[in-house]
């Protein structure tokens, strides 16, 4: 039952504001000891009996590398979503923060754990829809995880959800999104090869001058985002396996997860 997620209000102390989001605002705070994120869920902006039901789902995923979800207050408008706290906030601010400061073996680390996350969203058959550096943040001692897996489906803004919106992640999407609306753990392996590439270029925008319309474009024509200037050439070769047209050619994250560990191991 639904009960078994819902936290009481009166265990929950809000501090400041953090950050704000696609569905409302983001507030640090704490739950009995722990310290919590909370999100509040604007009016009109999720499909609020969709997500109570698909939020049993999402408690019930639980992974070192994934932005935990500790359970929901829906008593009252709006209603809060309550998080594990991340520390150093997300991943794009961070790299782009310290560009030139961070090691070969920090890169690769981040690309690793977040093939962990996805390894074990794959092996639950739980696609993430939106995986991009923007959704992924950066812990106190600087392990990356994956937040927001799933959440889009609940957005209502058909900007943001409709493959010809302006808020849709094209930059992120493999083709097979873009042109059919089909979505599978393939095509967060493309997302999660843009990923990478986000990385290597320490938070730049990909296809920076690009509109989505000439993304599109441009990969229709077989053109691929370059290899960032920090990548090895191996992990380049990852990247460029992630963005095969066909969804069967890519790899699976396990795969993934298996040679970016061998990687790190040399
Ligand atoms: P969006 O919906 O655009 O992906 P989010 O709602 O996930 O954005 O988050 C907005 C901002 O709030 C993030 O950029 C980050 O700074 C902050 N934030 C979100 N979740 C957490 C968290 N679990 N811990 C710390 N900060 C967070």
């Known amino acids: 039952s639904s009960e078994k997620w819902e936290l009481d209000l009166e265990e929950l102390v809000l501090g400041e504001e953090v950050g704000s989001g ?8 704490y739950w009995r000891d722990l310290k919590v994120a909370v999100k509040t869920v604007r009016d009109c902006a999720m499909s609020e009996e969709d997500f109570k039901e698909e939020a049993q789902i999402m408690m019930k995923l639980s992974h070192s590398k994934l932005v935990q979800l500790y359970g929901i207050c829906t008593q009252r408008s709006p209603i809060y979503l309550v998080f594990e706290f991340m520390e150093n906030g997300c991943l794009t601010d961070f790299l782009r923060g310290r560009k030139g400061t961070l090691s070969q073996e920090m890169l690769l680390g981040m690309c690793l754990d977040v093939s962990e996350a996805m ?37 209502l803004d058909d900007q943001y959800t409709s493959s010809h919106g302006s808020k849709f992640p094209v930059k992120w999407s493999a083709p097979e999104v873009i042109r059919y609306c089909r979505f599978s753990s393939k095509s967060d392996v493309w997302s999660f090869g843009v990923f990478m590439w986000e990385v290597y270029s320490e938070g730049r925008l990909p296809y ?12 229709t024509a077989g053109m691929r985002l370059l290899k960032p200037r920090l990548s090895p050439q191996t992990v380049y070769q990852l990247m460029e396996w992630c963005w095969k047209e066909k969804p069967e050619d890519r790899p699976s994250f396990a795969l993934l997860l298996h040679e970016l560990a061998c990687l790190s191991e040399t």
């Open 119 to 155: 390894a074990y969203l794959e092996s639950s058959n739980f696609i993430h829809r939106d995986l991009a550096a923007r959704n992924c943040l950066v812990s106190e001692d600087y392990v990356v995880k994956v937040s927001d897996f799933g959440m889009t489906r609940f957005v």
């Open 22 to 29: 696609q569905f409302g605002l983001v507030w640090q705070g």
């Open 208 to 219: 920076e001058n690009r509109t989505n319309g000439e993304v599109v474009e441009a990969l």
